[in-house]
C-alpha cells in the first residue's frame, strides 16, 4: 500500500507543481526545473511578447501556485519537498523578464545567475524560504531570487560588462 504523503503523478497538483514530472528528477531537481524553463523562455523570446502582458500572466501563475502549494502540502504533510520545480519555474521566467532574450548566451548567464541567487538566498529570499511555513514561502523564495538575478543581470546589459555575439 502506497503512503498517505507520496506524491502521484496521477494527480494534476503533482503534475503541475513537478512541472511535468520534471521535479522527481533524481538529480538536482530545482536545477532541472530551471533548465526545463529555457525552452519555453527561448521561444517566448522569438515572439517578443510585450512586457506588461506578461507580468498579469506571471503574478496569476504565481498565485495560483502557492494555492495550490499551500493546499497539497498540507493535504500530504510535507513542507518545501524537492519534488515542487513550480518555483523554479516561476523564478527563472522572473529572471527572464528583465531582460527578454531568446539567445542562448543570455539564457546562460540569467540561468546561472538565477541558480545562484536561489541557492544562497539572498535577505528577503531567506525569510520566506525558513519563515513562512506554507505554500507562499515555497514559491515566493525563488520570485525574489528571480528579482535580485533579473536586476543583476539587467546591470550586466547595461553597463555592457559582458560582451555577447
Known amino acids: 500500500m502506497k503512503e498517505k504523503n507520496t506524491p502521484s503523478l496521477k494527480r494534476p497538483e503533482v503534475i503541475f507543481l513537478s512541472f511535468f514530472g520534471v521535479g522527481f528528477s533524481p538529480w538536482a531537481p530545482g536545477t532541472m526545473g530551471t533548465l526545463a524553463t529555457l525552452p519555453f523562455l527561448y ?3 522569438k515572439f517578443s511578447p510585450p512586457f506588461f502582458l506578461f507580468i498579469p ?5 504565481t498565485f495560483a501556485s502557492c494555492v495550490i502549494a499551500e493546499i497539497t502540502q498540507k493535504k500530504l504533510k510535507l513542507h518545501d519537498p ?4 513550480m518555483d523554479e519555474v ?7 523578464l528583465f531582460y527578454q532574450s531568446s539567445h542562448w548566451s543570455h539564457l546562460l548567464v540569467m540561468f546561472i545567475l538565477f541558480r545562484a541567487f536561489d541557492i544562497f538566498k539572498v535577505w528577503p529570499a531567506t525569510f520566506f524560504d525558513k519563515k513562512v511555513t ?3 514561502g515555497t514559491i515566493i523564495d525563488d520570485i525574489v531570487s528571480g528579482i535580485y538575478a533579473g536586476a543583476v543581470y539587467y546591470a550586466i546589459c547595461y553597463f555592457n560588462l559582458i560582451p555577447f555575439s
Open 90 to 96: 516561476l523564478g527563472m521566467a522572473t529572471t527572464w
Open 82 to 85: 524537492g519534488w515542487i520545480v
Open 43 to 45: 521561444f517566448l523570446g
Open 57 to 61: 500572466f506571471l503574478i496569476i501563475a
Open 134 to 136: 506554507h505554500g507562499y
